[in-house]
């Protein structure tokens, strides 16, 4: 029996508890070598279990509950429990600092909290502790609280069905705070349904016979974002198919093997770190050109894919930033071919998908089905989609403010639409600075075409009140591998110096970049110079940097150290 793509969640997940239990749904690691399987009919039971627990609680209807997770399959039995006791769910990102954890706790009205496995449980601990009581999942990094096996062991499942309406409150999505405190993004059941459709579409759109069940993916990035919880999350109750869960960072490798994905989604970051990884093995000349002879191609192309675990993708999507055209041409050479996708997390992530019949590079695709879109005077992208966010919580001012007075979303994204309805990003409005010089620089467009080469990791381009503009960049220390260790920093320097003469003879005169600095920082979620979706944060970059600038300018030199 085929699912009925217009049931929500919770409808979803009953239909497949009733026509597939016994089959696998979610693979959870508890070591580097053993995972436990769980069925379908084993992920709602202990959901219903747990949902007769919150029902005993006694919590006012459509309380908040909180998920402080990395990503498990308990995160996913959760947000089912939740919803069957008549709650909301309120997820945090698991890599937060203490003060965005409390403040997230005590925006929401969270009343429990389930806690999963945490890097950084020494210094959240008190923050999460003093606010609520927690329930403390398998392997969890908390010892404190219930216990989720405990509960799930003596609590009698809830026999009923219970069921939420289209518009009732499902969850709160809390933005990265890559621009100050996360806010709050309100969204439905009927939203997250809607986004689910995608990759309802994708799969009939490939021409794979492969039942929609049959489909694997690996649920690695952050479950708290709403790209992950709709594309993965939602997208696999709605469609049935089988999730694995990594054990941790250096496993991924292995993780990605064992669940020999089928369709793979990521972030630019982490694409190019792919790549990086295949040219530490083998230049980017040396590939090119075995690329170009046809016996050895295709077997290499193979070879490529099967060492990063992407052999057996059918679909790949890239989002939540800007991805360079050259990285997306090289994995279409490599034969996999890497659609894009633009959304908010106020449309719960259903806005623009490239598709592999209409996959123009440079573009982000055409609107999906029901989705409006149009550019303003300002040239800022304007969407209204069939998932658009009731609002942000307790923020009514907010809320206004992100709508036009006929419902469209302000994106704060600048862009151009072609001919056939591509559209294509071009800078972000709130990110645009002004030279002293009065002309306006959209910094994505450089960071792109320095993110382009193999030798950088993350650029972030500024300089708002200065001449010209400058980059701050992070190196890709994966590069090193083919350069002569002896005269490093000499060839890191003319590889730079030749790289800023290629993006300034491709840029206008008062975008040409002054200087290159390279940092010897990491820029990392944990020292809060990246968000949870691995977004640079601009200000905390620009401030730890700025005791350097003037000395910069003054040297008058392209490359400097710092």
Not at 173 to 186: A, D, E, F, N, R
Not at 218 to 232: D, I, N, Q, T
Not at 266 to 286: A, H, N, T, Y
Not at 391 to 417: C, P
């Amino acid at each position: 029996m085929p699912i009925n793509n217009k049931l929500l969640p919770l409808e979803s997940a009953y239909h497949w508890e009733k026509e597939k239990p016994n089959q696998v749904y979610m693979i959870q690691p508890i070591s580097p070598d053993r995972v436990i399987e769980y069925t379908w009919g084993e992920t709602v039971k202990q959901a219903r279990s747990m949902a007769s627990h919150l029902r005993s609680l006694q919590l006012e209807s459509n309380s908040k509950i909180a998920i402080i997770s990395k990503n498990c399959a308990y995160f996913i039995m959760s947000d089912l429990a939740i919803w069957m006791a008549g709650h909301v769910s309120i997820a945090v990102y698991p890599s937060s600092d203490a003060d965005t954890i409390g403040y997230t706790l005590a925006h929401s009205d969270s009343k429990l909290a389930f806690v999963g496995d945490l890097d950084n449980w020494d210094t959240t601990k008190k923050a999460i502790l003093e606010k609520l009581p927690i329930i403390s999942y398998p392997l969890s990094s908390a010892l404190n609280g219930q216990q989720w096996d405990d509960i799930v062991k003596r609590t009698s499942p809830i026999s009923d069905n219970p069921v939420r309406k289209k518009d009732d409150l499902a969850v709160l999505i809390y933005t990265s705070g890559s621009t100050g405190l996360p806010k709050g993004v309100m969204h439905s059941f009927g939203n997250m349904a809607v986004q689910a459709a995608v990759t309802t579409k994708l799969i009939r759109n490939t021409g794979i016979s492969r039942s929609p069940c049959d489909h694997r993916m690996l649920s690695y990035l952050p479950l708290a974002h709403a790209f992950e919880r709709g594309c993965v999350e939602i997208a696999s109750i709605q469609n049935g198919f089988r999730i694995y869960f990594g054990y941790n960072l250096e496993t991924f490798i292995d993780d990605l093997k064992r669940a020999k994905p089928t369709i793979f989604i990521s972030v630019p970051r982490l694409w190019l770190k792919f790549q990086l990884g295949v040219f530490s093995q083998i230049s980017e000349d040396q590939l090119g050109l075995l690329l170009k002879i046809p016996g050895i191609a295709s077997i290499l192309k193979r070879r490529v894919l099967k060492s990063l675990g992407l052999d057996s993708v059918e679909i790949a999507i890239s989002g939540s930033a800007p991805i360079s055209e050259s990285l997306l041409n090289w994995y279409r050479k490599l034969g996999l071919e890497l659609l894009e996708g633009y959304a908010q997390s106020e449309n719960f992530n259903y806005s623009h998908l490239s598709l592999p019949d209409c996959n123009k590079v440079g573009y982000v695709g055409r609107p999906l089905p029901g989705v409006k879109v149009r550019i303003g005077e300002d040239g800022e992208i304007l969407v209204k989609s069939p998932a658009n966010m009731l609002g942000y919580y307790k923020d009514i001012r907010q809320t206004q403010a992100t709508f036009t007075n006929d419902g469209y979303i302000k994106t704060g994204d600048k862009g151009i639409v072609d001919d056939d309805g591509n559209l294509r990003i071009t800078g972000r409005l709130k990110e645009i600075f002004k030279t002293s010089k009065g002309e306006y620089v959209s910094p994505a467009v450089i960071e792109n075409k320095l993110n382009e080469d193999p030798l950088i990791a993350m650029s972030c381009v500024t300089g708002s009140g200065m001449s010209q503009p400058y980059a701050l960049v992070v190196l890709a220390e994966e590069s090193f591998g083919k350069l002569n260790r002896d005269n490093l920093k000499i060839l890191i320097k003319n590889k730079l110096e030749k790289l800023i003469e290629r993006i300034n003879n491709s840029v206008s005169s008062h975008e040409e970049l002054q200087f290159i600095a390279i940092v010897k920082d990491s820029w990392s979620i944990e020292n809060g110079f990246l968000t949870p979706t691995l977004k640079i944060k601009r200000s905390v970059i620009e401030n730890a940097y700025s005791d350097s600038i003037d000395d910069w300018i003054s040297s008058g030199t392209l490359i400097h150290w710092r």
